[in-house]
Nanobody
Framework: QLQLVESGGGLVQPGGSLRLSCVVS????????IGWFRQAPGKKREEVSC????????KYVESVKGRFTISRDIASDTVYLQMNNLKPEDTAVYYC????????????????WGQGTQVTVSS
């Protein structure tokens, strides 16, 4: 069983930046792929990005490509989501989740959800 804790959300103006963190603990956290997801009010949860256990493979949804960067620090079992050039449509609760590494790019395989962190992009 893994535990995932997100942090780093907040209120930012359009064009601004935030860095989200996801600390993973529990049973051998470094063997899992980690994904970031988000859910805006009244909308379904959607995938944002994912990274495999080594950090060498990443994937992004089209709407965040070129603006968001996912990375992981294996030593601290932390996965980051650097978000630049934020837009009002990025406003959502952001969650991280884990998946078996062989399914890192299968967003349907993710579970062990964190509690989420709110990101609000507004002037």
């Amino acid at each position: 069983q893994l535990q995932l804790v997100e942090s780093g959300g907040g209120l930012v103006q359009p064009g601004g930046s935030l860095r989200l963190s996801c600390v993973v603990s529990g049973s051998v956290p470094h063997i899992y792929a980690i994904g970031w997801f988000r859910q805006a009010p009244g909308k379904k949860r959607e995938e944002v990005s994912c990274i495999n256990n080594s950090g060498k493979k990443t994937k992004y949804v089209e709407s965040v490509k070129g603006r968001f960067t996912i990375s992981r620090d294996i030593a601290s079992d932390t996965v980051y989501l650097q978000m630049n050039n934020l837009k009002p449509e990025d406003t959502a609760v952001y969650y991280c989740a884990a998946a078996p590494n062989e399914y890192y790019d299968d967003y349907g395989s993710y579970g062990d959800w964190g509690q989420g962190t709110q990101v609000t992009v507004s002037s």
